[in-house]
């Protein structure tokens, strides 16, 4: 079965920098937030490698944890994860670096939870960044072209977010968590990743109501990762032309970080998006008590949408609990 | 719900770009660049004596110029962003790719960096250029002798 349940799983602390353009979106607050592109770094790799770096120093001396930390966990969008692994060669802690493109964080969380609930590790860090130019340096682009683009474009969000997930209990639990299949429904157009990765969505999100026999209601809020505007109608008329399911309290994160003024067509995407929103919005309205994080990946390189392959996505369902 | 289904709820939910306005935009703003560069030439021939055969060339040099200056200043971007297929197409649009490929890579190395990626985008171009060069001499040769 693709659902675990955890009893004894918690998220302490998590800490977030953010991009110059997402510090003047909805969301304003943030634990830091970056002046400029280059972030005091000669290049725009050694920019998302300083803000991860940051992430992780941040949580081991505000939590005080410097030798307590068991794991890091994490992942990037570029090629062979390499900002993550510069960033992290800085600690000498064990480290795992995954990949599901921008459905790493959620993917994090499901392996850090499951090592703690068997009592193999006590704490670790799962932590995830991107980097808008360097996206588009990499999927894209040359960042000074300024191609003009689709409206059904995503912008991927800069910033970086880590979060401490500790057997200690504290205000949010992980409760449970489902582990997505790879769905294709032979979309090509990598500038419409919203059509790419709703049926992922869908899918992982059938899959845990019905593991775990629960009604979507359950949920005070499903937030999906980064379908964007025009992905979020697609998804919803997916659920409900395909498995008859109305989703009612639903938000899609890369809707939540960007003002429409500021010209990202569809919105935002990119492996931090959801983390970003998900720890300085949705944890912060203590309306939700009960959410769903549905972390969506599209799983393409520039070499396989050039040969005109279809895009592959996946995604991964995380259940948190705001206890208190 | 099969994949053709599906492929069809997406066309559905997907605003249709506006093309009609994005190709009066490209027009407008190509044309505007032929204009200028017009005003260039004529410049030139009355105020330096040129040819007009010499005064195309180097209208072409300053075109080229100024819009790799202004992709390295940081802000032509934007303007081909707004500007759609209106700065891309006329010279402009070479210099620009050439200029924003050179400035991604300049840290990759002279060789492996600016050397191997200059043409990245702007390679097409010359490829096809040449080869439909070739193939209209040929045509022009068999029509007109």
């Not at chain 1, 290049?43 to 120093?57: G, L, N, P, R, S």
């Not at chain 1, 299949?181 to 999100?205: F, R």
């Not at chain 2, 505007?32 to 017009?38: A, C, D, P, Q, R």
Request: proline share 2%; aromatic share 10%.
């Amino acid at each position: 079965m693709a659902s675990i349940k955890f009893n004894n799983v918690y998220i302490k602390d998590s800490f977030t920098v953010a991009g110059p353009l997402e510090s003047e979106g909805q969301i304003r607050k943030f634990d830091l937030s970056m002046d400029d592109y280059y972030y005091g770094e000669k290049t725009f790799i050694d920019a998302e490698i300083k803000m991860q770096k940051i992430v992780i120093d941040n949580l081991l001396y505000r939590n005080k944890m410097g030798k307590k930390i068991d794991l890091i966990l994490g992942g990037d969008l570029s090629n062979q994860i390499t900002i993550t692994n510069f960033a992290v060669k800085n600690f000498s802690i064990p480290f795992l670096g995954i990949y599901s493109a921008c459905a790493t964080f959620a993917e994090s969380l499901i392996i850090a939870s499951n090592f703690i609930e068997n009592g193999t590790i006590k704490n670790a860090i799962a932590i995830t960044s991107s980097h808008n130019l360097n996206a588009e340096r990499q999927f894209r682009f040359p960042i000074e072209y300024g191609a003009p683009k689709a409206s059904t474009t995503t912008f991927t969000a800069t910033g970086a977010v880590g979060a401490i997930v500790t057997n200690e209990k504290s205000n949010v639990k992980i409760e449970s968590a489902t582990i997505g299949t790879i769905q294709d429904y032979e979309q090509k157009d990598a500038t419409h990743m919203g059509a790419v990765m709703s049926p992922a969505a869908a899918s992982v999100l059938m899959d845990h109501l019905n593991d775990l026999k629960r009604n979507i209601d359950y949920y005070d809020v499903v937030v999906t990762g980064d379908l964007g505007r025009i992905g979020m109608d697609i998804l919803k008329e997916f659920l409900k032309i395909n498995y008859g399911v109305k989703i009612k309290n639903y938000m899609d994160a890369g809707c939540e970080i960007f003002l429409k003024s500021q010209e990202v067509y569809s919105g935002s995407s990119g492996p931090v998006t959801l983390p970003l929103v998900l720890f300085n919005k949705v944890l912060n309205n203590k309306k939700y008590k009960k959410i769903l994080i549905i972390a969506t990946g599209s799983l393409h390189s520039k070499d396989t949408t050039n040969q005109k392959k279809t895009i592959p996505s996946i995604a991964h369902a995380v259940s948190l609990e705001v206890l208190s | 719900m099969n994949k053709d289904e599906y492929k069809k709820l997406v066309s559905r939910l997907t605003p249709k770009e506006m093309k009609s306005k994005n190709a009066i935009v490209a027009f407008l703003v190509g044309g505007l660049i032929g204009v200028l560069t017009e005003l260039v030439i004529i410049i030139l021939m009355e105020c330096f004596g040129l040819s007009r055969v010499d005064a195309c060339s180097w209208a072409c040099l300053i075109v080229i110029f100024i819009a790799s200056l202004f992709t390295a200043l940081g802000f032509f971007d934007n303007w081909v962003t707004k500007a759609k297929a209106g700065l891309i197409l006329p010279t402009t649009g070479f210099a620009h790719s050439v200029m924003s490929s050179a400035l991604d890579y300049k840290r990759d190395g002279f060789i492996t960096g600016i050397g191997a990626n200059f043409f990245k985008l702007a390679g097409s171009v010359i490829l096809y250029g040449i080869v439909s060069a070739f193939f209209f001499a040929i045509l022009g040769v068999v029509l007109y002798g």
